[in-house]
């Protein structure tokens, strides 16, 4: 028998790995996925070398090996040992996100979906003389990089409508006449079979998609595809950025600013600064698509480490959508003015009249989900609020429920105050289905659909009702930031952003730049075919610069006044931060412990150039039924942040705190 060390994804403290006996005729190499014991369970792990020395414990047998054999290549643990470095987490948790389960692995060829299943939203790509004078300038950079085999970046800056996925499905083309693979990364499972058609429609046979809502078994027999080179192009979300590609030459990620490529829990990787690290690695070309960069994209271009590709104007010349900023301070608070309803302004109600005369189409944005946020008793003044989170309930009318949308609680809407008995309950705030309502008593013959998180549960229904849309079927299509995504619908003219600055004021540095994001984005849905595009845009603060900069579709002039402001306060892309959060039931405990970590850290933060900040409650202080705190470690330096890290990690995983849970987020996307 054999001895190996296996990664296994279990918590555990101070060892990453175990070792298991292992039969000397399996050739236990490294990478290999083995079906190991743990206690009384059986998992799968990774087999990280051979073991010399035999330790005095009872050492267990491996209980198992698939076959075929599913092992991850040298180039892949390596790329996973990085993650689990920089990141802060155990390899072992890494290897777990990254591989799938080898249950039910099979020899057999991967099934690229059926041409009728992604039609919904095809999108004919131009012939390459088609392309305009930009385009035709980004894919000769991309062509040049692709060539030399040496490792490239690039900003694909392009407008909303400008033909990025033009450009990059002709670079793809590319890398495939050199031999070479091509990722996709894309933030939303919704976006992959547009994506996937348009490589399609060009020509490209050997494809696939790879999400989280992939059956077991297809998961695997994509792996096993890329690895063996069966496949050309992937599609996929971002634990696709962990595929053991042959030959990987190109990785575009499409919409790089969204949060969506940032994994909320263990490991907390953001797929796109892994696949700017592996394309390093392997000599690939990287191509960061967006009409709105992150700051931290766009600083990288100033730094000089990444190239930067404009795409200016829309194709075809069309215009970019006006947008007109309307204000709703002095709408009346109770009753309706005429011609409107409380969030629906008299300029948008003539629009949308406008826009259904012209038999054109039209998207309503508003990124809260419910009826209302909060229900009041007006009598007592009591608030429903979730008992396990710090939050209130959100007021859905369509079942007629009170639901918690952190924990996932959720009570039955009765007519009268739990607390006091009074009937004279209030529906405050405001969300998409309250919208609903109101655009269906304002126009009763229009013919409107809702895309959002309820409405959407089903298995398949949010391509019926974008297929819908699209056919025309549809005259208002009404949502949250699903319908900001990267969608094309020639007939849409209008765009509504019924209250612009809801997130614009949280407690959180990016703030501002989600907000400028969501909002240029959804802009960006209007005109996109023949006709002009037109978009009204409701706000309480029209003279906010975030907002300013959205309604001009000023990425540049936004870019510049945050980063004065990130500057001063070393917020990224100026500084770089980690956040440890404390989170437990009882409440003395967290706030003992917080204590006592913010200790045994700043013994070592004394010795580097880092500053530690709390520790404090978090903005939203109790979740599941978890109190929360945090501690913010900031520093200039990157790499003095990571060398703070080798020696605060291990104090954190070696000591514990009872009923007490603490977690390390390299990179945060937001502090909430």
């Given at each position: ?535 009204i845009l409701q706000t309480y603060d ?20 945050e980063a004065a402001e990130r500057m ?61 705190w945090h501690i913010l470690i900031r ?38």
């Amino acid at each position: 028998m054999a001895l190996v060390r296996v990664a296994v994804p279990i918590p555990l403290a101070r060892e990453e790995s175990l070792v298991y006996e292992i039969p000397e005729e399996d050739t236990p190499e490294v990478g290999l996925r083995v079906l190991v014991p743990v206690g009384p369970r059986r998992v799968w792990g990774t087999v990280l070398g051979v073991e010399k020395t035999r330790p005095e414990f009872r050492v267990r047998r491996i209980a198992g090996i698939p076959e075929p054999r599913l092992v991850v290549t040298p180039e892949l643990l390596g790329l996973c040992r990085w993650v689990a470095d920089y990141y802060a987490a155990n390899l072992s948790d890494v290897l777990q996100a990254a591989v799938p389960s080898p249950i039910g692995l099979t020899r057999r060829a991967v099934r690229a979906p059926e041409e009728g299943e992604a039609a919904w939203l095809a999108v004919a790509p131009p012939r390459r003389e088609e392309l305009n004078e930009e385009q035709h300038a980004a894919l000769t950079a991309l062509e040049e990089a692709l060539r030399t085999r040496e490792f490239r970046a690039f900003l694909l800056f392009g407008v909303t409508g400008s033909g990025k996925t033009a450009v990059y499905l002709h670079a793809a083309a590319e890398a495939l006449k050199l031999g070479g693979q091509t990722l996709i990364l894309v933030p939303e499972i919704a976006l992959s079979p547009q994506t996937l058609d348009s490589f399609r429609r060009a020509g490209f046979e050997r494809v696939a998609l790879y999400h989280s809502t992939l059956r077991p078994r297809e998961r695997a027999d994509v792996w096993r595809a890329a690895a063996m080179g069966e496949i050309d192009l992937v599609v996929g979300t971002r634990s696709a950025v962990f595929l053991p590609f042959r030959n990987l030459r190109l990785v575009v990620v499409d919409e790089e600013q969204d949060g969506a490529y940032k994994q909320d829990d263990s490991p907390r990787y953001h797929a796109r600064d892994v696949a700017l690290v592996r394309a390093q690695r392997l000599g690939g070309t990287v191509i960061l698509a967006s009409a709105t960069p992150s700051l931290e994209s766009f600083a990288r271009v100033k730094r000089g480490q990444c190239g930067l590709l404009r795409l200016s104007r829309r194709i075809d010349g069309r215009p970019l959508p006006t947008v007109r900023i309307t204000d709703l301070r002095h709408r009346a608070a109770s009753t309706a003015p005429s011609g409107g309803s409380r969030y629906i302004t008299p300029p948008l109600v003539e629009a949308m009249a406008k826009t259904l005369e012209r038999r054109e189409q039209a998207i309503l944005f508003l990124n809260r989900r419910g009826h209302s946020t909060y229900l009041q008793c007006r009598g007592c003044g009591d608030v429903a609020r979730c008992k396990r989170c710090d939050v209130s309930f959100t007021v859905h009318l369509d079942d007629g429920s009170l639901r918690c949308h952190y924990c996932g609680a959720e009570r039955k809407l009765m007519p009268t105050c739990a607390g006091c008995g009074a009937s004279n309950l209030w529906f405050g705030g405001v969300g998409i289905q309250r919208i609903e309502r109101e655009v269906g008593k304002l126009f009763p013959e229009a013919r409107i659909a809702r895309l959002d998180f309820d409405a959407t549960r089903k298995r398949g229904s949010a391509a019926a009702i974008l297929s819908a849309f699209r056919a025309g079927e549809t005259d208002f299509l009404l949502g949250t930031q699903m319908v900001a995504k990267g969608f094309d619908f020639p007939m849409v003219t209008l765009v509504g952003i019924i209250v612009a600055d809801l997130q614009l004021y949280l407690p959180d540095f990016r703030a501002a730049e989600r907000t400028f994001q969501l909002l240029t984005q959804v802009a960006g849905r209007a005109g996109r075919g023949a006709r002009a595009g037109e978009v009204i845009l409701q706000t309480y603060d029209p003279d906010h610069p975030a907002l300013r900069c959205a309604a001009a579709q000023d990425f540049e002039m936004f870019f510049d006044q945050e980063a004065a402001e990130r500057m001063e306060l070393h917020y990224p892309p100026f500084g770089h931060l980690v956040e440890v959060e404390i989170r437990g039931a009882k409440k003395e405990r967290v706030i003992r412990a917080a204590g006592m970590i913010r200790d045994a850290l700043g013994v070592l933060a004394r010795q580097l150039d880092v500053e530690l900040l709390g520790p404090a409650p978090k903005p939203i202080a109790r979740i599941q039924g978890a109190e929360r705190w945090h501690i913010l470690i900031r520093s200039g330096s990157r790499k003095t942040l990571q060398a703070y890290l080798k020696g605060a990690v291990p104090v954190l995983r070696t000591r514990t705190w009872p009923g007490v849970r603490v977690s390390v987020d390299v990179d945060p996307r937001h502090v909430l």
